[in-house]
């Protein structure tokens, strides 16, 4: 069945950098884009941005722009989510989600989730 | 502060009916933009319930529907049962080319 991996959980000081990946099984990897979404504490569902794994061309969410960059391998169906220039609000759970495309698509299956701490 | 507008909560003893809205604007939903809709627990993954507005996955029982009308965009549950107390989100797409998520809905199951 189609599967997504996520990295183990991060903790980074302010300004540092995380990148978490998601490793897809079950399907062909360049069929699907990959979006990332997060969850702050206590707060609902960001949109941040997808990556088309055939082409690697992205979209990133204006709030994002910057300091975020989405990669992947295709060797290993294994998409990158870089975040930079960490801040205290970037803690969040991060997740990826397949898409038949765009962001006007529907997300399914998710990846289980990826916590990211950022603390001095 | 979320580009699509949910309720924070809504409660239901079991077997009845509850309405989560999501309201939106002519710039995603209004624009024709179709609404998905997703079940979160606490620590776990959203799940789809909902998508294209209307359609229910496989697996997803038929107590759950949707549907989209002008700029908002509802989700029903009929015969509340107390495994259904969890986080809803609404979603779509903007014409700034972004996802959008409404803030979420906390359905309580008295």
């Known amino acids: 069945q189609v599967q997504l991996v996520q990295s183990g959980a991060e903790v980074k000081k302010p300004g540092a950098s995380v990148q978490v990946s998601c490793k897809a099984s079950?399907?062909?990897?360049?069929?699907?884009?990959l979006h990332w979404v997060r969850q702050a504490p206590g707060q609902g569902l960001e949109w941040m941005g997808w990556?088309?794994?055939?082409?690697?061309?992205?979209k990133y969410a204006q709030k994002f722009q910057g300091r975020v960059t989405m990669t992947r391998d295709t060797s290993i169906s294994t998409a990158y989510m870089d975040l930079t220039r960490l801040r205290s609000d970037d803690t969040a759970v991060f997740y990826c989600?397949?898409?038949?495309?765009?962001?006007?698509?529907?997300?399914?299956?998710w990846g289980q989730g990826t916590l990211v701490t950022v603390s001095s | 502060q979320s580009v699509l507008t949910q309720p924070p909560s809504v409660s239901g003893a079991p077997g009845q009916r509850v309405i989560i809205s999501c309201t939106g604007s002519?710039?995603?939903?209004?624009?024709?933009?179709?609404v998905h809709w997703y079940q979160k627990f606490p620590g776990t993954a959203p799940k789809l319930l909902i998508y294209?507005?209307?359609n229910r996955p496989s697996g997803v029982p038929d107590r759950f529907s949707g549907s989209r009308s002008g700029t908002s965009a509802s989700l029903a549950i009929t015969g509340l049962q107390a495994e259904d107390e969890a986080d809803y989100y609404c979603?779509?797409?903007?014409?700034?080319?972004?996802?959008?998520f409404g803030g979420g809905t906390k359905l309580t199951v008295l």
């Open positions: 002519s710039s995603n939903i209004g624009a024709g933009y179709d």
């Open positions: 990556i088309n794994p055939d082409s690697g061309g992205t």
């Open positions: 079950g399907y062909t990897f360049t069929d699907y884009y």
């Open positions: 979603q779509s797409y903007d014409s700034s080319q972004s996802g959008v």
């Open positions: 294209g507005n209307s």
């Open positions: 989600a397949t898409a038949l495309g765009e962001a006007y698509n529907w997300f399914d299956p």
